[in-house]
């Protein structure tokens, strides 16, 4: 599987070259006759001299030419060369070109997908009354964990009074989840469930890139539907929405952001507005981030995300969102605030500590139609949540007026 090939964000010269560098200034600088021979006539000495630094002169002005065309735009910014590109857009196009972005080509396996919204009311309203708002393509990466199908749950729920609105749920597994599949299509949301697992050279990184395989699929479904129209937001299944956050993206006409609450050392990330126009950022960890925002942050509208063939996203943890946002030649100009200017909170990044799997010790013969467990801890298996063992941990505890009792009172 093919991954992103992004431009480095520093110049890129190993000590050996830099050694290299070094041997030939060194080696040309004892070329240069530094005292005259004593047959040599004076006026030869300062010819002799002249001839020997204009070449290197002029090695050096090329030298440092091709070192400044090198460069990126933000490294020349840093090194006060000038040249950069976030206040251009003639030079914010020529830095999208000039990066080495290749086409997304996920490994991507559709599941199972409905365009019918079967939703009556949304809101109190009809759904025919929404019918000409643009359509919000909600991409949420899920992996498999015990805590997954009730935080799809939860969040399905916040979605189930979001008109007008396509779930993309990636899932990081090989295989589809017929569990997933079902209850999916039981919230009647228009929805595509798609498994694009992580690449396996990354799954022993720490921290490793979750998520980015997943949200990379969504970006390529929706390349591949070539679809124009709409608003692409990144939605996580473990953050808390406010509903006033889909009126609010919705219209979106390039790229929207508005603070996230909950994030790291502040509690909270996002853009700073001065006269209701994106001067900076908020954020705990800057760490060289043109764009220092949570994934939950920004919305783009697909009309203008298309003008840049190589949209990607990188598997570099914590940069994803500021590299996918220079993939689509984003500047600050063009950054609309949202949530009343940035001053409300509208996403929550709440996070669901995860445990471990839970273990049921119960004799498989009771596991049987006699009584509920067996269908019970079946659907929980499905789920990821629990699973069954005969000979581990401690018998399932089974209780009756308060006192615990034999698996065969009460199930035999």
Known sequence: MSSAQYQALEPQTSDEDNEDIERRAHQNHHRCPTAPHPMVRKGSVGMGRRRCVLPLVVAALFFIACCYLTLSGDTRIALGLGGGSEDSEEGSHHEL????????????????????????FMQDKPRSDYGQLPVIY????????????????????????????????ADDQEKCNDFMDTLLNRFGIPFTHMVSPMPSKFRNEKPAPRGVANRRAALQWL??????????????????????????????????????????????????????????FLDSWVAGRRWPVDMAGFAVNLEYMAQYPYVNMP???????????????????????RGNNCTEILV?????????????????????????????????????????????????????????????????
């Open 97 to 120: 070109d000039s990066m080495n972005f290749r086409p997304l080509n996920e490994s991507l396996h559709i599941c199972s997908e409905s365009y019918e919204d079967r939703r009556q």
């Open 138 to 169: 909600f991409v949420t990466p899920t992996y498999p964990r015990r805590e997954q199908i009730p935080e799809l749950t939860r969040l399905a729920h916040t979605l189930l009074h979001v008109p007008r609105l396509h779930w993309l749920v």
């Open 223 to 280: 390349r591949q539907h070539n679809l124009t129209n709409g608003i692409l937001y990144f939605g996580d299944d473990d953050n808390t929405y406010d509903l006033r956050l889909f009126t609010e993206i919705r219209k979106t006409q390039r790229v929207s952001m508005f603070p996230v609450g909950l994030i790291a050392d502040y509690g909270v990330s996002g853009p700073v507005v001065r006269k209701g126009k994106v001067v900076a």
């Open 315 to 337: 598997y570099k943890p914590g940069y994803e969102e500021d590299l996918f946002l220079r993939s689509i030649g984003l500047k600050i100009n063009q950054i609309e605030p």
């Open 348 to 412: 929550w990044h709440t996070q669901t500590k995860s445990k471990k799997l839970g273990m049921v010790r119960l004799e498989s013969k009771y596991l049987d139609d006699r009584s509920n467990l067996g269908a019970l801890l079946s659907n929980l298996k499905l789920m990821g949540v629990a699973s069954t063992t005969e000979n581990e941990g401690r018998n399932a505890l089974i209780s009756k007026n308060g006192k615990e009792k034999p698996h065969s009172d009460i199930l035999s």
